[in-house]
């Protein structure tokens, strides 16, 4: 068992890593298991999620919204980041579904700029084997390339 100073401790600590950038619930369990004791981060970790600061659903939207401004990336490749900080496939194939039409446009204008920049010095197979190495799919691979055509 803890005290109420130790638990006070405890969610400082991990209220302050939180805070400097949002975290997934896996993140803040890897950060501090070796740090606090199991049933002491576990209970923090609970009442940091009531309260709101750890949300994994809503790390999801906000990291998609994220990578969506900043990079070209298809759909697989924002999966797989999102897997790899710890968020279960079932939430994060939940919101590809929900949200499929706006991805599958964005996917669209990737491929569309990462085509436009490559097409220079590039034949049509080189860009589309990257394109489906990157883990596009073909029927927005496709729509990119009719721009070499045009």
Same mark, same amino acid.
């Given at each position: ?21 949002? +975290? ?9 298991? !070796? ?26 939207? +906000? ?44 996917? +669209? ?18 860009? +589309? ?10 029927? !927005? ?10």
């Amino acid at each position: 068992m803890y005290t109420i100073e130790e638990f006070d401790y405890a969610k400082t600590k991990i209220l302050k890593y939180i805070l400097y950038k949002k +975290r997934t619930e896996k993140e803040v369990k890897t950060k501090f298991r !070796n740090i606090i004791s199991q049933d002491l981060l576990e209970d923090v970790i609970e009442e940091l999620k009531q309260i709101g600061y750890i949300n994994d659903q809503a790390y999801i939207k +906000r990291a998609i919204q994220e990578m969506m401004a900043l990079k070209s990336l298809s759909v697989k490749e924002i999966q797989y980041k999102l897997l790899a900080k710890g968020i279960s496939l079932e939430d994060v194939e939940q919101y590809i579904t929900e949200n499929q039409e706006e991805l599958q446009e964005y996917e +669209r204008n990737s491929a569309k700029n990462i085509v436009y920049k490559k097409m220079v010095g590039k034949e049509e197979y080189e860009i +589309r084997s990257y394109l489906l190495k990157k883990g596009y799919q073909e029927e !927005n691979i496709n729509d990119a390339i009719k721009l070499l055509e045009e």
